[in-house]
């Protein structure tokens, strides 16, 4: 499966933004998503998981109440809403795939990331 994320980039805190996956597989459906991110100096963190059908859905403590992650299995894209956007959110923001499972450890299938810098 090729991954591609799209939407980042600049904006100040407080803001909202919204980021995209396309997903080539037809077999996107079948396939857990999810979404990481790297900082500055940072190593790579889970952000955000979705089932299949969307039912079942995780989020870091950070990001709980201001990000929301979700799918369009008619357009192979997953999205990822965020709002009140803050500098430490500042990453490359990776998409990623499993076929199996939602544990961060589960996603094997990964995308070029998108690049957030939320000024201050």
């Known amino acids: 499966v090729q991954l591609q994320a799209s939407g980042g980039g600049l904006v100040q805190a407080g803001d909202s933004l919204r980021i995209s996956c396309a997903a080539s597989?037809?077999?996107?459906?079948?396939?857990?998503m999810g979404w990481f991110r790297q900082g500055p100096r940072k190593e790579r963190e889970f952000v955000a998981s979705i089932s299949r059908n969307g039912d079942d859905i995780h989020y870091t403590d950070s990001v709980k109440g201001r990000f929301t992650i979700s799918r369009d299995n008619f357009k192979n894209t997953l999205y990822l809403q965020m709002n009140n956007l803050k500098p430490e959110d500042t990453a490359v923001y990776y998409c990623a795939a499993s076929d199996y499972g939602l544990r961060p450890a589960d996603f094997g299938f990964w995308g070029q990331g998108t690049q957030v810098t939320v000024s201050s």
């Open positions: 597989a037809r077999s996107f459906s079948t396939l857990a």
